[in-house]
């Protein structure tokens, strides 16, 4: 009985030490989140263009409340969270305007860009006023972009980052593939032209990834977690083209927001 009873006493101060040690870690990884001072860069993917909810004062920049850079901000209290990332950016525009928030303190930065700077308005445009071939030719234009004038944008901007946030923890965030091919479609662009768009997303977050490599910045693709959420899929999370609002088009829903992007960078964060 007595053994019984010193057995019962040791496995309850096991059990409390385990608890105790359970709760520290929490608290511990809890207070190392919200010790954290992040600044979201970028351009309309990371803004939340397509999203709604717009914060007025923001104005053309368009930054959302659903976007992935406000729900991870809500979900883990940072000490500070930054929000710059702007509709239609450039890596130009990130460098002349979205950088000041940085400085030696910030240890987590979320960027996505290099879309713009490819033409991936005037590649959708063309592909859908105009014929087959006009878009295939407009596609390996901006192919020839990315091989050729890309990287240097890009090793600029993120020289930069590195410059003012000399300790931070960068995620370089790509794109999706925008079609589902074979899927529910019934018309629009040809399946061809389909493909051609979703080789060029691969190949700009091929060369995107690349550069973020070479400055030590951590890549997130987010192709994987859209597959069965393309156009065309019948569950997408990506908006066709909307006449009514042109400026949402192919861009992601609150849900591809969520559901793609959030988990994408939090995995990575």
Known sequence: MKMSRLVAFSSSLLLGAVLALTGAATANAA??????????LGDSYSSGVGS???DSASGDCKRSSKAYPALWANANSP???AFTACSGARTDDVTAGQLSPLNSSTDLVSISIGGNDAGFADVMTTCVLQSESTCLSRIATARSYVDTTLPGKLNSVYTAIRSKAPSAHVVVLGYPRFYKLGGSCIAGLS???RSAINGASDYLNAATAKRAADHGFTFTDVAGRFTGHEICSGSAWLHSLNWLNIGESYHPTAAGQSGGYLPAFSSAA
């Open 52 to 54: 709604g909810s717009y």
């Open 31 to 40: 207070s190392s989140v919200q010790a954290v001072d992040y600044v979201a």
């Open 79 to 81: 000490s500070s969270f």
């Open 191 to 193: 399946e061809t032209e």
